[in-house]
T-cell receptor
Framework: GESVGLHLPTLSVQEGDNSIINCAYS??????FIWYKQESGKGPQFIIDIRSNMDKRQGQRVTVLLNKTVKHLSLQIAATQPGDSAVYFCAETYTGGFKTIFGAGTRLFVKA | GAVVSQHPSRVICKSGTSVKIECRSLDFQATTMFWYRQFPKQSLMLMAT?????????EQGVEKDKFLINHASLTLSTLTVTSAHPEDSSFYICSARDLGTSVSETQYFGPGTRLLVL
């Protein structure tokens, strides 16, 4: 199957600092990208999305950057809070297939 | 906002039995639902796309005779794990796409079902 993951990489940050989570996607035909947050034992929660005709999009405390040249996506979280501790997944979708494929994920730990 | 529910939230069964998991869109209609499986410390792996009124589309490597999917209405899809074995123990998550939308954040995820096969 697609997006078979290894053990999750971990990012540890101090409360109040900014966090940057990176993701490499695989399909150059993907035209829509989403970041999800998943807390333990729960389903993914939508954070922010971006279409392939954009390279940056900002939300509340979050910014997504897209670099199509190197197929790289990043999520920036400003003033990280303990409640931001979770696993973060990037996901890619191509409109022709309507499937959403998840990346490997990153576990974010926020130290108080 | 739109809500997707799953039932049961967790289930323990004996090896060789079958288990049915329900995925419901509570306040919207979904022609398409997706089933994912997630092993501990791993990402979500798409198993199949469930289409209302037609056969499900399975991803490569997923046995369609073992993971039976039925999308009988615009608000309900079921996943049946037949003859379950311990290696089927996992976290099963469904998502539903809102009717009439193309690609957007309107793919809503359920809370997941934890399956443990003894």
């Amino acid at each position: 199957g697609e997006s078979v993951g290894l053990h999750l990489p971990t990012l540890s940050v101090q409360e109040g600092d900014n966090s940057i989570i990176n993701c490499a996607y695989s399909n150059s035909a993907s035209d829509y990208f989403i970041w999800y947050k998943q807390e333990s034992g729960k389903g993914p929660q939508f954070i922010i999305d971006i279409r392939s005709n954009m390279d940056k999009r900002q939300g509340q405390r979050v910014t997504v950057l897209l670099n199509k040249t190197v197929k790289h996506l990043s999520l920036q979280i400003a003033a990280t809070q303990p409640g931001d501790s979770a696993v973060y997944f990037c996901a890619e979708t191509y409109t022709g297939g309507f499937k959403t494929i998840f990346g490997a994920g990153t576990r974010l730990f926020v130290k108080a | 906002g739109a809500v997707v529910s799953q039932h049961p939230s967790r289930v323990i069964c004996k090896s060789g039995t079958s288990v049915k998991i329900e995925c419901r869109s509570l306040d919207f209609q979904a022609t398409t639902m997706f089933w994912y499986r997630q092993f501990p410390k791993q990402s979500l792996m798409l198993m199949a796309t469930s289409n209302e009124g037609s056969k499900a589309t399975y991803e490569q490597g997923v046995e369609k005779d073992k993971f039976l999917i039925n999308h009988a209405s615009l608000t309900l899809s079921t996943l049946t794990v037949t003859s379950a074995h311990p290696e089927d123990s996992s976290f099963y998550i469904c998502s539903a796409r809102d009717l009439g939308t193309s690609v957007s954040e309107t793919q809503y995820f359920g809370p997941g079902t934890r399956l443990l096969v003894l």
